[in-house]
Each structure stands twice: as structure tokens, then as C-alpha cells.
């Protein structure tokens, strides 16, 4: 079974741009949830996915936004970049249903986003 | 407070120690415990997953969670050169899926 793939892998932007990256979940989940993985503050969470729907939401900034379609891919989105937004981003998916081994999420490989 | 404290370490021992990482929480809500591995420039692979108070073996890694101290930890025995990489402890709130991470432990193993 394919894992969780992002594209692309790696990507510069300069500030004020904007940026768009893509996530596609194991086949057969459903949900999947955005990180951001700094050397400063770690992985912290950005938002979750579920069908299509925004299910939970970190404490970023709206420049931050997602967005899930029927087959299950999402997309995150950040605007007028900062310097600080230079990270890892990280997507991982899981079935999404409560409880329960099944529901432990996978990670992909992250896509590294350096702002200059 | 952060809910979750993991020692960054970094942690140097020789192949075939025992290695034992930890991290300590405050928020009792959390019922689900993981811990991952990262080796450099990859995502965060899942090594253990625990739901109640005890120990979960698997091979060399046992992963050992204690809620009423809100502590958890794996244990590594017989490590290898293979294991180095960061160990990151992660845990939720029931069916939230929203994962609080601990920053994460560096752990090289010397041949």
C-alpha cells in the first residue's frame, strides 16, 4: 500500500508571496491533518481534514488555510509569507474514525518551504 | 507550562546500551500515546502506540505510559547505528485528532 505522498518536496519563495502544498492520504483515509515542524517550537498542528470538512484547527494565523477534496487529497495554503514561516511541513492521514489502534496517523515525508 | 516535555538530549551511547527516553505531560485529557521515530530529512514514522496505564512490547522498543505520574517512556534495548535518529513522544485527546508533540530527543548509537 502507497504511503502518504506531498509535493513538492521542496520550494523557496520570497516574502509576500503565496505558497500551496499538496498531500494525498493513503488510500482509504479519510482524514488528514497539516503540521508545521520548526527547530524552535517542534511539530506543531495546523489544521485536520475530515470529508471534506475542517474538523480541528491550531493556533495559526489565517494566513494559514486548507482544504479537502472528495477523493480525499488536501491542500494547504499559506499567504504573504514571513520568514518565519520557513519549515517542514508536515501532512499525515488516518481513517478518522474514533478511537481505537486504526485511527494512529501516518506521516509523509514533509515539504520543506525556506522564505527569503 | 507546555503540555508536553520531552529532554532534547541529544543522547550519544554505544551499540547494545539500553537507551530510555521520556516525557512528562500536564493535560490528564490525554488517553492516547505514541512515539515516533524521524531520521533526518524524512516525516515522523510510527514505532509505538499505547492507550492505557502499563507497558507495550515490540521487539527491541517497549513503550511504558503511567498516568497517574502523566509520564512516558520508550525503551530502546540492544540499540543499534539504525536507531539513531530523533525520537518524538506525541499524544492526543480521545477521538481529537489533533497530536501534541513533545520537541523531540536526538539520539545517535555508536558503533
Known amino acids: 500500500k502507497a504511503g502518504v505522498t506531498q509535493t513538492p518536496r521542496y520550494l523557496i519563495k520570497t516574502r509576500g508571496q503565496q505558497v500551496t502544498l499538496s498531500c494525498s492520504p493513503i488510500s482509504g483515509h479519510r482524514s488528514v491533518s497539516w503540521y508545521q515542524q520548526t527547530p524552535g517550537q517542534g511539530l506543531q498542528f495546523l489544521f485536520e481534514y475530515f470529508s471534506e470538512t475542517q474538523r480541528n484547527k491550531g493556533n495559526f494565523p489565517g494566513r494559514f488555510s486548507g482544504r479537502q477534496f472528495s477523493n480525499s487529497r488536501s491542500e494547504m495554503n499559506v499567504s504573504t509569507l514571513e520568514l518565519g514561516d520557513s519549515a517542514l511541513y508536515l501532512c499525515a492521514s488516518s481513517w478518522g474514525l474514533a478511537g481505537g489502534d486504526a485511527d494512529t496517523q501516518y506521516f509523509g515525508p514533509g515539504t520543506r518551504l525556506t522564505v527569503l | 507550562q507546555k503540555e508536553v516535555e520531552q529532554d532534547p538530549g541529544p543522547l550519544s551511547v554505544p551499540e547494545g546500551a539500553i537507551v530510555s527516553l521520556n516525557c512528562t505531560y500536564s493535560?490528564?485529557?490525554?488517553?492516547?500515546f505514541m512515539w515516533y521515530r524521524q531520521y533526518s530529512r524524512k516525516g515522523p514514522e510510527l514505532l509505538m502506540y499505547t492507550y492505557s496505564s502499563g507497558n507495550k512490547e515490540d521487539g527491541r522498543f517497549t513503550a511504558q505510559v503511567d498516568k497517574s505520574s502523566k509520564y512516558i517512556s520508550l525503551f530502546i534495548r540492544d540499540s543499534q547505528p539504525s536507531d539513531s535518529a530523533t525520537y518524538l513522544c506525541?499524544?492526543?485527546?480521545?477521538?481529537?485528532?489533533?497530536?501534541?508533540f513533545g520537541k523531540g530527543t536526538l539520539l545517535t548509537v555508536n558503533p
Open positions: 493535560n490528564s485529557a490525554f488517553q492516547y
Open positions: 506525541a499524544m492526543r485527546i480521545g477521538s481529537n485528532y489533533k497530536l501534541t
